[in-house]
């Protein structure tokens, strides 16, 4: 069967099957190629990625400002380059400084056109930043954008913080459970 062939219905029984905590209702229709957008690899990109890989190694030994200082050099470099601002984030949030970090994670998403491995991570890191702050609205509908960007644990974010589903797929989970195990029978339709 090839794709052009698989309906709708296909796909939210393959979805179903593949994605068995996921809430009915919300498919998530994400393109899988959509993780890779290609960046014109300058010399400029070329050096504002060596500084990010510096910039991720500083944070990591717990070097947070010194990191700030190298994330601050690649965007200096290439302005345009969206992870650059989406790594400065991170740092910004661990720093305590969220405004600043939902600020770079605005313009990586902007810078990114909202597609791609970048815009993944940043919807994503926007969404916990305002899931933190009480924000469940918007944290669900950025999650949603990373999930469709790729994001199992986004996914699994949305999941969660959805009580109606969680209540139907665990009384779902029960129900087959006891198919299973022989103490139930399927409803007559």
């Known amino acids: 069967m090839e794709n ?7 796909k939210a029984v393959l979805t179903r099957i593949f994605n068995p905590n996921l809430p009915y209702g919300d498919i998530f229709e994400g393109n899988e190629n959509a993780m890779e957008v290609e960046e014109v690899e ?3 990109v070329k050096q504002a990625k060596s500084l990010e890989t510096e910039g991720v190694k500083q944070a990591e030994a717990g070097h947070i400002e ?3 200082n190298s994330f601050n050099k690649a965007i200096s470099v ?12 991170q740092a910004l949030r661990l720093q305590g400084d969220v405004a600043g970090a939902l600020q770079d994670l605005n313009t990586a998403i902007e ?7 970048v815009a993944c991570q940043a919807y994503t890191q926007r969404g916990l930043i305002k899931r933190l702050e009480e924000d469940d609205e918007g944290a669900i ?11 199992q644990f986004a996914r699994d974010l949305v999941v969660s913080m959805n009580p109606y589903a969680a209540m139907c797929n665990q009384m779902l989970s029960e129900v087959i459970g006891k198919l299973r195990s022989g103490e139930g ?5």
């Open 141 to 151: 509908e950025d999650l949603k954008k990373a999930a469709c960007l790729g994001s």
């Open 4 to 10: 052009k062939d698989i309906t709708s219905n296909d």
């Open 66 to 68: 010194e990191a700030l």
């Open 42 to 44: 300058t010399e400029a």
């Open 185 to 189: 029978e399927l409803p007559v339709v």
């Open 78 to 89: 290439a302005p345009k380059h969206a992870s650059s601002y989406n790594n400065r984030a």
């Open 111 to 117: 810078l990114s056109g909202g597609h791609g491995k």
